[in-house]
């Protein structure tokens, strides 16, 4: 994999509240290989939690380390699983991915978290990434 230093923008949006935060606005380590990609970076505060975030051109998968660890597989059109572990334990989730792409310098990445297939969360994550100069 390549290796480059670039910088990074991860805004995210809840789709239910219309909430918008950005979550990363930092430079970063970007591997990149044919169509796979991978980076990491820490959340603005308060949140602070590590994000890797790794993927292709069919989906992406996020794994969050915090208090606990969040881990989302997330495909274009596809309903898939994800992981949150928390001192309380482990809890398997139900995610469906709307909307997945990777075109140039962006990221976009539209998914619902769903309870007994019913919607309880809706988020868009929009990644920029820049090249340094």
């Known amino acids: 994999m390549e290796g480059m230093k670039v910088n990074i923008e991860v805004k995210q949006k809840n789709l239910q509240t219309n909430h918008e935060q950005t979550l990363c606005d930092q430079i970063c380590d970007l591997e990149l290989k044919d169509n796979h990609y991978s980076f990491t970076y820490k959340e603005k505060r308060p949140l602070e939690g590590h994000v890797t975030m790794?993927?292709?051109?069919?989906?992406c998968s996020i794994i969050r380390k915090a208090e606990g660890t969040t881990h989302l597989n997330l495909m274009h059109q596809k309903q898939t699983k994800g992981i949150v572990e928390s001192i309380y334990g482990i809890?398997?989730?139900d995610l469906f991915t709307h909307r997945y792409f990777k075109k140039d310098n962006v990221i976009?990445?539209?998914y619902d978290i769903l309870n007994d297939q019913e919607v309880i969360e809706s988020y868009?994550?929009?990644?920029?990434?820049?090249k340094i100069a």
């Open 108 to 110: 976009a990445v539209e």
């Open 91 to 93: 809890l398997e989730i």
């Open 54 to 59: 790794q993927g292709d051109l069919n989906g």
């Open 124 to 130: 868009r994550l929009m990644i920029k990434i820049r």
